[in-house]
């Protein structure tokens, strides 16, 4: 089976109407993959996307783009995609820009976004996809953990990230902006380029992709993908996807974190279809569900927040006919969002898991339709070799037994894997142990082998569609003069499945109050992207620890939910963000 083979088995399988059929067929082809000899090179961008889709239909819509609030349209066939592509990468090579340099791009839901990944790969650049939400500290340790060689940014990020090049001493090859700005090369000057570039001689093995992801117990590491480990690791969530070449494929997700690449990218383009794009500032249900309709999607991929969204909007005098497939990511959906969707679209939500180092790896496939369980995200892909173990590592035996979720190594190492956590040795071994990669998440497995999530396994907090790593919300209030301590955790939100919540010590000499809870408030805000600050303070005089000294975290969350459950107060004062109309107009989002 060669690599070009591959997307044709995969398009040919996601077409099959037999789900039965459709289920044989994808565990075939996995077996298949999984056994298979990789190539020594290979470019996904020369071999599939120009080999396959340029050249068999490049008059047919690669990527359509929409403005939600102003409706603004743009289309790209597959050659004109390319052809903007090959322009970034003429003018990244005509600055010295060699393959393994990388490429920070701090831009917003945008076409240049694809263009420029595109040019990524194709020349064998490490794509670094940066967040729009990035402050200026964020931005500092980032170029001091992995100096920047090109950098891509919207007008409104340049002045931030000029900062951060000058503080850290870092020294971009070129910067290009969406815009204009003194010392920066304006996008719009690509046009000039030629159309035509040639590919790269990339190894499977390049590292191609760098994405910075938080932790528990340290600042960010660095996740690596390779030229294999995106683009063919990716046939997994495109199975599960179930995605046709004719589809009109949508995800709502932001450039800058994992999920975009995975359905925005690679999942529709991966097979020849037509990816679209809709920016917006704020998301306006009403209008993005009109959008859904207007353009026909065939396939649909959100978030848990957006579907609460969805669920409570008029939306009787749209068309859905077209909508197959509604694919949700993240923590479990509540069964009655699944039940409310279902009624407006007469789609189900198959819900799906993965995380950043791994491609999709559990989740109800297409095949699942008519007998999926609310609440479960369904099986393991047949790419990963995915089971449960104990707190001693051996593995889970029973029904309903909670455990560790593992990829097993020994029989194969899937390819959708993550290759390291870039220079980061120690936390390679802390999660690949005795021949299984632990994820540090938690599931179960009910009698009839459906997977059901747990939590995590370790304290990062998941809140709206973010991930928020208690280190960075806990060193930031630690920088104000009055903190002694604090513990930062995740408490239950019914809006944002988590709310952070900081529990605070103060220095001798300073009493909780309104106005030091501000004065808190403010430091996070000035220090941490919107989405990390925490939303509650309360101030306490104790935390609980390990006879070591370690902060019990577990303690702290498990003291909320039963604060929750019996309807008790807290046992300090407690401060809620939305009570301060003096930090934001919009505080109560």
Same mark, same amino acid.
């Given at each position: 089976?060669?690599?070009?083979?591959?997307?044709?088995?995969?398009?040919?399988?996601?077409?099959?109407?037999?789900? #039965?059929?459709?289920?044989?067929?994808?565990?075939?082809?996995?077996?298949?993959?999984?056994?298979?000899?990789?190539?020594?090179?290979?470019?996904?961008?020369?071999?599939?996307?120009?080999?396959?889709?340029?050249?068999?239909?490049?008059?047919?819509?690669?990527?359509?783009?929409?403005?939600?609030?102003?409706?603004?349209?743009?289309?790209?066939?597959?050659?004109?995609?390319?052809?903007?592509?090959?322009?970034?990468?003429?003018?990244?090579?005509?600055?010295?820009?060699?393959?393994?340099?990388?490429?920070?791009?701090?831009?917003?839901? /945008?076409?240049?976004?694809?263009?420029? *990944?595109?040019?990524?790969?194709?020349?064998?650049?490490?794509?670094?996809?940066?967040?729009?939400?990035?402050?200026?500290?964020?931005? !500092?340790?980032?170029?001091?953990? =992995?100096? $920047?060689?090109?950098?891509?940014?919207? !007008?409104?990020?340049?002045?931030? +990230?000029?900062?951060?090049?000058?503080?850290?001493?870092?020294?971009?090859? +070129?910067?290009? /902006?969406?815009?204009?700005?003194?010392?920066? #090369?304006?996008?719009?000057?690509?046009?000039?380029?030629?159309?035509?570039?040639?590919?790269?001689?990339?190894?499977?093995?390049?590292?191609?992709? &760098?994405?910075?992801?938080?932790?528990? @117990?340290?600042?960010?590491? %660095?996740?690596?993908?390779?030229?294999?480990?995106?683009?063919?690791?990716?046939?997994?969530?495109?199975?599960?996807?179930?995605?046709?070449?004719?589809?009109?494929?949508?995800?709502?997700?932001?450039?800058?974190?994992?999920?975009?690449?995975?359905?925005?990218?690679?999942?529709?383009?991966?097979?020849?279809?037509?990816?679209?794009?809709?920016?917006?500032?704020?998301?306006?249900?009403?209008?993005?569900?009109? &959008?859904?309709?207007?353009?026909?999607?065939?396939?649909?991929?959100?978030?848990?927040?957006?579907?609460?969204?969805?669920?409570?909007?008029?939306?009787?005098?749209?068309?859905? *006919?077209?909508? %197959?497939?509604?694919?949700?990511?993240?923590? $479990?959906?509540?069964?009655?969002?699944?039940?409310q969707w279902h009624k407006l679209t007469g789609t189900e939500i198959r819900d799906f898991y993965g995380q950043t180092e791994s491609t999709a790896m559990i989740g109800n496939g297409?095949?699942?339709?008519?007998?999926?369980?609310?609440?479960s995200f369904g099986y393991p892909s047949f790419m990963y070799d995915v089971t449960l173990v104990d707190d001693s590592g051996k593995e889970v035996s029973e029904p309903n037994e $909670?455990?560790?979720?593992?990829?097993?190594?020994?029989?194969? %190492?899937? +390819?959708?894997?993550?290759?390291?956590?870039?220079?980061?040795?120690?936390?390679?071994?802390?999660?690949?142990?005795?021949?299984?990669?632990?994820?540090?998440?938690?599931?179960?497995?009910?009698?009839?082998?459906?997977?059901?999530?747990?939590?995590?396994?370790?304290?990062?907090?998941?809140?709206?569609?973010?991930? /928020?790593?208690?280190?960075?919300?806990?060193?930031a209030l630690m920088e104000h003069p009055a903190v002694a301590e604090t513990a930062v955790v995740g408490v239950p939100d019914e809006k944002r499945h988590q709310l952070v919540k900081?529990?605070?010590?103060? #220095?001798?000499?300073? @009493?909780?109050?309104?106005?030091?809870?501000?004065?808190?408030?403010?430091?996070?805000?000035?220090?941490?992207?919107?989405?990390?600050?925490?939303?509650?303070? !309360?101030?306490?005089?104790?935390? $609980?620890?390990?006879?070591?000294?370690?902060?019990?975290?577990?303690?702290?969350?498990?003291?909320?939910? !039963?604060?929750?459950?019996?309807?008790?107060?807290?046992?300090?004062?407690?401060? =809620?963000?939305?009570?301060?109309?003096?930090?934001?107009?919009?505080?109560?989002?």
């Amino acid at each position: 089976m060669t690599m070009r083979n591959l997307y044709e088995a995969v398009m040919e399988l996601n077409q099959m109407d037999d789900n #039965k059929q459709k289920e044989e067929a994808a565990k075939s082809f996995f077996e298949k993959l999984n056994t298979m000899e990789l190539p020594e090179y290979f470019n996904w961008a020369e071999e599939v996307f120009d080999g396959m889709h340029v050249q068999n239909h490049p008059d047919k819509t690669a990527l359509l783009w929409t403005d939600i609030h102003t409706r603004e349209e743009r289309t790209f066939s597959y050659a004109e995609f390319a052809a903007n592509g090959n322009r970034v990468l003429n003018i990244l090579r005509g600055a010295g820009v060699d393959k393994g340099d990388n490429l920070y791009m701090m831009v917003p839901i /945008v076409p240049e976004t694809w263009f420029a *990944s595109y040019a990524c790969i194709k020349g064998g650049i490490i794509n670094v996809p940066t967040a729009t939400t990035m402050t200026l500290r964020e931005m !500092e340790f980032r170029f001091q953990a =992995y100096q $920047p060689d090109v950098i891509i940014a919207s !007008e409104m990020f340049t002045d931030m +990230i000029d900062e951060a090049l000058t503080s850290t001493g870092s020294r971009a090859k +070129i910067k290009i /902006v969406l815009g204009e700005k003194p010392g920066w #090369k304006s996008f719009a000057e690509l046009e000039q380029e030629s159309a035509e570039a040639e590919a790269a001689k990339t190894r499977a093995d390049d590292l191609l992709f &760098c994405f910075f992801t938080s932790g528990t @117990t340290g600042l960010p590491k %660095r996740v690596g993908h390779t030229a294999v480990s995106y683009p063919v690791g990716h046939l997994s969530t495109t199975v599960m996807a179930g995605t046709r070449p004719t589809d009109v494929h949508h995800n709502l997700s932001a450039p800058g974190w994992a999920k975009w690449a995975w359905s925005s990218f690679f999942v529709p383009l991966n097979i020849g279809a037509t990816a679209t794009a809709f920016n917006f500032s704020a998301l306006d249900g009403r209008a993005y569900m009109e &959008c859904l309709a207007n353009h026909k999607v065939n396939i649909f991929c959100a978030p848990p927040t957006a579907w609460r969204v969805f669920i409570n909007i008029d939306t009787s005098d749209l068309d859905f *006919s077209n909508l %197959r497939e509604s694919i949700g990511a993240g923590e $479990p959906l509540n069964p009655e969002i699944i039940t409310q969707w279902h009624k407006l679209t007469g789609t189900e939500i198959r819900d799906f898991y993965g995380q950043t180092e791994s491609t999709a790896m559990i989740g109800n496939g297409p095949w699942m339709k008519g007998r999926m369980k609310k609440g479960s995200f369904g099986y393991p892909s047949f790419m990963y070799d995915v089971t449960l173990v104990d707190d001693s590592g051996k593995e889970v035996s029973e029904p309903n037994e $909670p455990g560790f979720i593992v990829v097993r190594l020994d029989r194969w %190492r899937s +390819i959708g894997l993550f290759t390291e956590y870039i220079g980061n040795p120690e936390k390679m071994a802390g999660v690949f142990i005795d021949n299984y990669y632990y994820t540090g998440d938690r599931a179960s497995i009910d009698e009839d082998g459906y997977w059901w999530f747990v939590g995590r396994s370790d304290d990062v907090i998941k809140s709206s569609d973010y991930r /928020v790593g208690p280190f960075e919300v806990e060193s930031a209030l630690m920088e104000h003069p009055a903190v002694a301590e604090t513990a930062v955790v995740g408490v239950p939100d019914e809006k944002r499945h988590q709310l952070v919540k900081a529990y605070v010590i103060l #220095k001798a000499g300073n @009493t909780p109050s309104r106005e030091l809870a501000l004065s808190l408030f403010q430091t996070s805000i000035d220090i941490l992207a919107k989405f990390k600050i925490p939303r509650i303070i !309360e101030f306490v005089t104790e935390l $609980p620890k390990t006879l070591s000294g370690k902060i019990r975290r577990v303690e702290l969350r498990k003291r909320e939910v !039963e604060r929750q459950e019996t309807q008790t107060g807290a046992l300090g004062e407690e401060f =809620y963000y939305w009570d301060f109309p003096e930090l934001s107009s919009k505080n109560k989002q």
